[in-house]
T-cell receptor, first 115, second 111 residues
Framework: GNSVTQMEGPVTLSEEAFLTINCTYT??????LFWYVQYPGEGLQLLLK?????DKGSNKGFEATYRKETTSFHLEKGSVQVSDSAVYFCALSDPGNTGFQKLVFGTGTRLLVSP | SQTIHQWPATLVQPVGSPLSLECTVEGTSNPNLYWYRQAAGRGLQLLFY??????ISSEVPQNLSASRPQDRQFILSSKKLLLSDSGFYLC??????????FGPGTRLLVL
């Protein structure tokens, strides 16, 4: 079946450091890929998405490129801030037989940014 | 614009008691609705989804049930809670097969 694998956390960085959170996926067909962010005590917010190979999603300084050849969708940011501390979830959509979007999530990666 | 509400925000319940969590969406019609659970230290698991009033699909066998009595209302229920039902419950909506948007969640602790 479809699955998403994320790097284990927590990832601990100093402010202004470069961030990479790895995400790889296994899927049949051509899923869309997503990064969601969960700030402490809150629900999930869509951070960025990509719907086909070589697409780059970007938002708030974060970027991720849909790499079909390596089945990856790594999240990057050039300079993190303390306010970026959160849990980041990689996900893919599984349209299934009905065309209904089902999301398959990774286990999440906690990012801790210190001043 | 569309908004999604969940309540209560936090709930502490004894084992064996009933449960009712509510989710409502504003600003859209005929949304697809979803219930997810996030257990401690784990990712999100899809529990139920609904494409219309009275239409519920269950993803995993469990102690919970879902209902959709109105177009923009989605309810998660249990007759008797188990310790393993503890977790963070998230409701989400989407328009057909488009991006899903999540509510603020309900944190449930079963003691």
């Amino acid at each position: 079946g479809n699955s998403v694998t994320q790097m284990e956390g927590p990832v601990t960085l100093s402010e202004e450091a470069f961030l990479t959170i790895n995400c790889t996926y296994t899927a049949t067909g051509y899923p869309s890929l997503f990064w969601y962010v969960q700030y402490p005590g809150e629900g999930l917010q869509l951070l960025l998405k990509a719907t086909k190979a070589d697409d780059k999603g970007s938002n708030k300084g974060f970027e991720a490129t849909y790499r079909k050849e390596t089945t990856s969708f790594h999240l990057e940011k050039g300079s993190v801030q303390v306010s970026d501390s959160a849990v980041y979830f990689c996900a893919l959509s599984d349209p299934g037989n009905t065309g209904f979007q089902k999301l398959v999530f990774g286990t999440g990666t906690r990012l801790l940014v210190s001043p | 614009s569309q908004t999604i509400h969940q309540w209560p925000a936090t709930l502490v319940q004894p084992v064996g008691s009933p449960l009712s969590l509510e989710c409502t969406v504003e600003g859209t019609s005929n949304p697809n609705l979803y219930w997810y659970r996030q257990a401690a230290g784990r990712g999100l698991q899809l529990l139920f989804y609904s494409i219309g009033i009275g239409q519920i699909s269950s993803e995993v066998p469990q102690n919970l049930s879902a209902s959709r009595p109105q177009d923009r209302q989605f309810i998660l229920s249990s007759k008797k809670l188990l310790l393993s039902d503890s977790g963070f419950y998230l409701c989400a909506w989407s328009v057909q097969g488009k991006t899903q948007y999540f509510g603020p969640g309900t944190r449930l602790l079963v003691l």
